[in-house]
Structures are given as structure tokens and as C-alpha cells.
């Protein structure tokens, strides 16, 4: 038990994790006046863990961010009642790791292949850098600025194709080969036409077969990731310099079309994702998000849309999933994150945010943290290039915070991704990699 002096209030607290720190089933009298470093220290020397590993509190699904005395009385709570107490490892604070310097402005950063990172930039460029900060190749893939860019699962290290959108009205595959980093090469081997207006994202599914590409003509488009033997695709009409411009970039390209086209948005489509689960589960289901204040669920097989989140005078600008694939995080115009369940019915009317994180300015992008020890923690970033990590149980504040490009000029965050404890961070001051949360170090 504690020890406090007999003047000192104190509570009933009963702890509870989810994580391996797991402590007695006991009951413990705290002070009032602890806050959540005294909590961590209690539960350290009642494990008592070789190394110090400092914990976070939530009382009834809020982080404790005061004293517990001020939590009760904010809540009402008298004396008497036993508190159940939750804790989980805190998010270390963020730090710097390495500079990606970029010419033009960054619309995407990957994090997704070990010993890499993938940039798209509005100079219609793709870079790939390694962890080193050695920049290995330079892929012109577009005529005009390029606005995502991911990697296809299923890749080999040092071998590994890569899909891109652009404001040029398409998509495209680029085989990049890094297996001799004295001679990188890039190959262009398909191009990706259907959309009449700027594409603004493209997203793969979790076994790598097909895409999705969404774009400002409101339509979503689904294509299979393979290469065909020719043009599936007349070359368009057009200004003849046009064409020539967008041939010397897809030199060799194969001219594909979708297997799919998903017509509902009646706006911009900003993000669309596969839904999460197995392979074939996911890969049957699909969401987006656009600027008519929409999230979307799509059965892709028959092509059809199944459900429609409806927010009042809320643009969504980018879309995520939970690690479970039962919530939506939309990031809009309005200056937050909504958090949506996916597995409500379907209303005409309004749909109710589960919860709705609030930032100081536009949040551009989010992106959800994977593994089972961040499964409840995402990343934000937003135009007063900030980027936020969250934690769902808690929503009130950001859990850290950090300023992209500080003392460099700053500017807006454009893209955040998150995996291995790395957070790529892109926008108008290029590319930065922080270390947040743990994960593999660099």
C-alpha cells in the first residue's frame, strides 16, 4: 500500500492493464494529490522492474492529465468510491532523427519498407532515400506534382514496385530496383487512366493484387496492380506537346485501364482505403472520404456503395482506419479528426462522431500507428506544422506533440506516416523522420 500522512486525503484505486506490467489484484489508498508521475513510480517499485518504464492513467476511458483530487471533483466522484484504474506505457517524447532535404514541396512520405523511405514531391519527382539520409534514386514519374505514393506489399527489399498519383490525371507503377546501391534504377512499367481531374490518392491493398485511386472528378477507381502485355488504353486526344511530355515521363509505360469504377461522391474524393482484415475480406471492402463532407463504404466487387457517413459542413481532406478496421478517422476543414464507427447503420440524417479530435489549424493528413502495443495511438498533422499523437481512449489533448522543420523556416504539414516507431513527416519544409513510441531504432 502507499504510505501518505494521516492529513492527506486519499482514494480507493484498483489497477488494471492490458499490457504484460501486470500487478497484483489488490487495492491501493493513494493521495489525492498524486498526479500521473507519482502512479508511475508506485507501479515500478510494486513490479520492481529492473529498468524504469513510465506509464500513462485512464480513469473511466480519460487520461489522467492532473491530480486524482481534481479529477473527482471535476467529475463528481466522492471519497468513498473505488476507482478503477487503467495504465499502458507512455508514448516517449518524440525525437528527431534524421533530414530529408527536398526542393519542392513533400505531398507523401512512406515509411512502409524497412531501411527506406518513399517520397513523392509537387516537382512530380519519387525519392528513395535510405536510413542513412543517402538519397538513392530519383524517379521523374509525373508531368506534374505528384500527391501520394506508397509501396505494393509483396515486394522484395530491393526490389519493389511502387504507385504513385499525380495531378497529371494519373496513376502509375514504377519497378524500383536498390539491390546495387552504386547503380539504382527505376523502370516505369504501367500507367493508369480513367480520371478526368487530379488524382489525389492512391492506396494498395494488404496482399499487394489491386489499388485504389481517388481524384477531384469524384470518382474512385479500382484497378489490379499487374502489367499488362499491351496497351490496354488508346493514347488520348490532346495538344501535341502535351502528349509528348507525358510520353519522355512514361517512357515504356503500359497503358492500363480499371477494373472497377466506384461512382457515388458527389465532390472531390480526397482518400480511399481497402478496409483491414484478411486479405480477401479486406480486399472486397473499400472507404473514402471526399470534400461533400462524406465517408463512404464500398462493396468493391459489385461496385456499389453500401453506407454513407453523412457530417454536417465537414470537407474531409484525408482518411484513415483503426488497427480493427471498425472506425474511420477523417481528417477536415473544420480543424478536426472525426472518429466514426464504421458498424453503426447507416443514417440519412447526420452522423455523430464517436469522438473528434481538435487541432489550433487544418489537420491534412493522419495516420495510424501499427502493431499491438500502438493500437489505440495516431498521428495528425496539421497547417501550423504540428504534428499530434493521439491515443482513441482519450481525446482531449494530444498524448506529444512536435514542430516539423523548427528554426528552419516551418511550414504546413502535408503528409505524416508511422511505422516501426518512425514518423515521416512531410510538407512544405521537405521531409523530416522523428522516433516516437517505441520500435525498431534507426
Same mark, same amino acid.
Given at each position: 500500500?502507499?504510505?501518505?500522512?494521516?492529513?492527506?486525503?486519499?482514494?480507493?484505486?484498483?489497477?488494471?492493464?492490458?499490457?504484460?506490467?501486470?500487478?497484483?489484484?489488490?487495492?491501493?489508498?493513494?493521495?489525492?494529490?498524486?498526479?500521473?508521475?507519482q502512479l508511475s513510480q508506485l507501479v515500478n517499485k510494486a513490479l520492481s522492474l529492473?529498468?524504469?518504464?513510465?506509464?500513462?492513467?485512464?480513469?473511466?476511458?480519460?487520461?489522467?492529465?492532473?491530480?486524482?483530487?481534481?479529477?473527482?471533483?471535476?467529475k463528481g466522484i466522492g471519497e468513498e468510491e473505488t476507482l478503477e484504474v487503467e495504465y499502458f506505457e507512455s508514448v516517449m517524447?518524440?525525437?528527431?532523427?534524421?533530414?530529408?532535404?527536398?526542393?519542392?514541396?513533400?505531398?507523401? !512520405?512512406?515509411?512502409?519498407?524497412?531501411?527506406?523511405?518513399?517520397?513523392?514531391?509537387?516537382?512530380?519527382?519519387?525519392?528513395?532515400?535510405?536510413?542513412?539520409?543517402?538519397?538513392?534514386?530519383?524517379?521523374?514519374?509525373? #508531368?506534374?506534382?505528384?500527391?501520394?505514393?506508397?509501396?505494393?506489399p509483396g515486394s522484395s527489399p530491393d526490389s519493389f514496385l511502387v504507385a504513385s498519383a499525380s495531378h497529371d490525371l494519373t496513376a502509375r507503377l514504377t519497378r524500383v530496383d536498390v539491390s546495387d546501391p552504386a547503380q539504382p534504377h527505376a523502370t516505369a512499367v504501367a500507367s493508369l487512366h480513367l480520371h478526368t481531374a487530379?488524382?489525389? #490518392?492512391?492506396? !494498395?491493398?494488404?496482399?499487394?493484387?489491386?489499388?485504389l485511386t481517388a481524384s477531384w472528378d469524384g470518382l474512385v477507381g479500382v484497378w489490379d496492380t499487374s502489367v499488362p502485355d499491351a496497351d490496354e488504353v488508346p493514347l488520348e486526344e490532346g495538344a501535341a506537346g502535351d502528349r509528348k511530355k507525358r510520353r519522355r515521363v512514361a517512357e515504356g509505360a503500359r497503358r492500363k485501364g480499371p477494373v472497377g469504377v466506384l461512382k457515388s461522391h458527389t465532390g472531390r474524393v480526397s482518400r480511399a482505403v481497402f478496409g483491414r482484415g484478411a486479405e480477401g475480406e479486406a480486399g472486397r471492402r473499400a472507404y473514402s472520404a471526399g470534400m461533400d463532407s462524406t465517408v463512404r463504404t464500398w462493396d468493391v466487387e459489385n461496385g456499389v456503395c453500401t453506407g454513407t457517413i453523412t457530417a454536417a459542413n465537414k470537407p474531409f481532406l484525408d482518411l484513415a482506419l483503426t488497427?480493427?478496421?471498425?472506425?474511420?478517422?477523417?481528417?477536415?476543414?473544420?480543424?478536426?479528426?472525426?472518429?466514426?464507427?464504421?458498424?453503426?447503420?447507416?443514417?440519412?440524417?447526420?452522423?455523430?462522431?464517436?469522438?473528434?479530435?481538435?487541432?489550433?489549424?487544418?489537420?491534412?493528413?493522419?495516420?495510424?500507428?501499427?502493431?499491438?502495443?500502438?493500437?489505440h495511438q495516431v498521428a495528425t498533422g496539421a497547417y501550423d506544422g504540428v504534428v499530434r499523437v493521439w491515443d482513441l481512449r482519450s481525446t482531449k489533448g494530444a498524448v506529444a506533440s512536435f514542430r516539423a522543420w523548427e528554426g528552419k523556416g516551418g511550414g504546413k504539414v502535408l503528409s505524416v506516416d508511422w511505422a516501426r516507431g518512425l514518423v515521416?513527416?512531410?510538407?512544405?519544409?521537405?521531409?523530416?523522420?522523428?522516433?516516437?513510441?517505441?520500435g525498431e531504432r534507426v
Open positions: 500500500m502507499a504510505s501518505t500522512s494521516a492529513s492527506e486525503p486519499t482514494h480507493p484505486v484498483v489497477f488494471t492493464t492490458q499490457t504484460a506490467y501486470l500487478l497484483p489484484s489488490q487495492k491501493f489508498m493513494i493521495p489525492a494529490s498524486w498526479k500521473r508521475y529492473p529498468q524504469p518504464v513510465p506509464f500513462e492513467f485512464l480513469v473511466q476511458g480519460e487520461i489522467l492529465r492532473g491530480t486524482l483530487a481534481e479529477w473527482c471533483a471535476e517524447p518524440p525525437q528527431r532523427m534524421s533530414s530529408l532535404p527536398h526542393e519542392d514541396w513533400v505531398s507523401s !512520405v512512406s515509411c512502409q519498407l524497412p531501411g527506406y523511405f518513399l517520397t513523392a514531391s509537387y516537382d512530380g519527382a519519387l525519392r528513395i532515400f535510405d536510413y542513412s539520409q543517402n538519397l538513392l534514386q530519383t524517379v521523374p514519374a509525373h #508531368s506534374a506534382p505528384a500527391t501520394a505514393a506508397c509501396i505494393v487530379p488524382v489525389s #490518392s492512391v492506396a !494498395v491493398a494488404a496482399g499487394g493484387s489491386h489499388m488497427q480493427t478496421g471498425t472506425s474511420a478517422l477523417a481528417a477536415s476543414t473544420d480543424r478536426t479528426v472525426a472518429q466514426y464507427d464504421l458498424r453503426a447503420a447507416p443514417s440519412s440524417a447526420s452522423t455523430a462522431a464517436v469522438a473528434s479530435l481538435a487541432h489550433p489549424a487544418t489537420p491534412s493528413c493522419v495516420a495510424v500507428a501499427e502493431g499491438s502495443a500502438h493500437e515521416g513527416v512531410g510538407g512544405e519544409g521537405g521531409v523530416e523522420v522523428w522516433k516516437v513510441g517505441e
